[in-house]
């Protein structure tokens, strides 16, 4: 459910963060980048998805005879919707989290 690509570019700007600090243009450069792969994912890739359907609908449609009527259906299952992309950047920050608390405690043994 979750989108696997916002919790890893989550995860990514979120660990750049705690271990570069989030005042620095690394962690503005891993932001940028998770912006823009959620954006994508719930905008043009969802759109597409969509737009597929109705594609899919229109060829299915068609008559035997028409030379498309035989065309392999497209993908429909492209994006995301809006709560699996915040789903996923939660379990990108929660994982994030997890793994810096781990090496902390795992420096100071």
């Not at 696997?4 to 990514?12: C, E, F, G, K, Q």
């Not at 995301?80 to 920050?93: D, N, Y």
Request: glycine letters at 12%; proline letters at 6%.
């Amino acid at each position: 459910m979750p989108s696997s690509h916002s919790a890893t570019v989550t995860a990514l700007a979120v660990g750049v963060g705690l271990q570069e600090g989030f005042g620095g243009s690394l962690f503005a450069t891993s932001l940028i980048l998770a912006c823009v792969v959620m954006y994508d994912a719930t905008g043009v890739r969802l759109q597409a998805g969509r737009q597929a359907e109705v594609l899919n609908q229109i060829v299915y449609e068609l008559p035997a005879e028409h030379p498309l009527a035989e065309s392999r259906p497209l993908r429909e299952l492209l994006g995301h919707t809006p709560p699996q992309v915040v789903a996923g950047g939660l379990l990108g920050v929660l994982t994030a989290a997890i793994i810096h608390l781990i090496s902390h405690f795992g420096t100071q043994a």
